[in-house]
């Protein structure tokens, strides 16, 4: 009954967090962090712990809290290509990485006066001069 208790509160607080956020969709973070630190178990040839859990499930919140934070600041076209709900391992921290490189992507085009036809097309960096001039 112990083990219980924390369960039901998890599922409230993640269904009340639903409701306030509509927009992120919801990962079932035990599933998806069970899964990681079993394949850390087969990469490393360690076993896993109770802390490979609580690190990853720590992480995973706090990118959640952050992608929420900012959802409205994140492109449409961005969030449709970065939010991928039916890849193997779904995860916020993957999920938010993608949609901060993709801003500062955005964001670099805009400093160098490159057009924005094509959000996908790959940036690359700038020529270098002999002696650190552009």
Known sequence: MR?????????????FANDACA?????????????????MVELMGRSSTADDMKICMDSENKAREQIVKQWDS????????????????????EWLTCLDMKKMVREARNTR????????APVGMPRVRRGGGF
């Open 23 to 39: 927009q992120v969709p919801t990962i079932y973070l035990e599933e998806t962090c069970r899964a990681a630190s079993s394949a």
């Open 74 to 93: 994140f492109d449409f076209s961005d969030r449709d290509s970065c939010i991928q709900t039916r890849v193997y391992l779904p995860s916020y921290v």
């Open 113 to 120: 006066g490159i057009p924005q036809t094509d959000a996908n």
């Open 3 to 15: 083990a219980v208790k924390p369960l039901i509160a998890a599922t409230f607080i993640a269904a």
